[in-house]
């Protein structure tokens, strides 16, 4: 009996050249799909990298909203507050990077 064949171990250049050469042939119908699927991936990605803003010394990730509620409690214990909150803060910082958009 032979040796079971050996599938080719792609580079990422080379996956990239070939998923863009495919791409550029798909009719219509199929693209949407490629599209759609990719779309989600990315969004999927995206929302799953910003949950994590820093991780404990054990390497447990601390999500956004914990993050923003101990900064919130250092705060308002050391009596550090000059009016503006973490939360507030987001939410400026979000708006004046709405303007440049």
């Given at each position: 009996?032979?040796q079971p064949?050996q599938?080719?171990?792609y580079?990422?250049?080379e996956?990239?050249?070939?998923?863009?050469?495919?791409?550029?042939?798909?009719?219509?119908?199929f693209?949407?799909?490629?599209h759609?699927m990719?779309?989600?991936?990315s969004?999927?990605?995206?929302?799953?990298n910003?949950l994590?803003?820093?991780c404990?010394?054990?390497?447990?990730?601390?999500?956004?909203?914990k993050f923003?509620e101990?900064?919130q409690?250092?705060?308002?214990a050391?009596?550090l507050?000059?009016?503006t909150s973490?939360i507030?803060?987001k939410k400026k910082t979000e708006a004046w990077?709405?303007?440049?958009?």
């Amino acid at each position: 009996m032979g040796q079971p064949e050996q599938k080719k171990q792609y580079t990422e250049e080379e996956m990239r050249s070939e998923i863009v050469a495919v791409v550029a042939r798909l009719d219509k119908s199929f693209l949407r799909v490629v599209h759609s699927m990719m779309r989600t991936y990315s969004e999927e990605q995206l929302s799953e990298n910003e949950l994590t803003v820093i991780c404990e010394p054990d390497g447990t990730p601390v999500e956004v909203e914990k993050f923003e509620e101990e900064m919130q409690s250092a705060i308002d214990a050391k009596g550090l507050d000059d009016g503006t909150s973490v939360i507030n803060y987001k939410k400026k910082t979000e708006a004046w990077l709405g303007i440049t958009q």
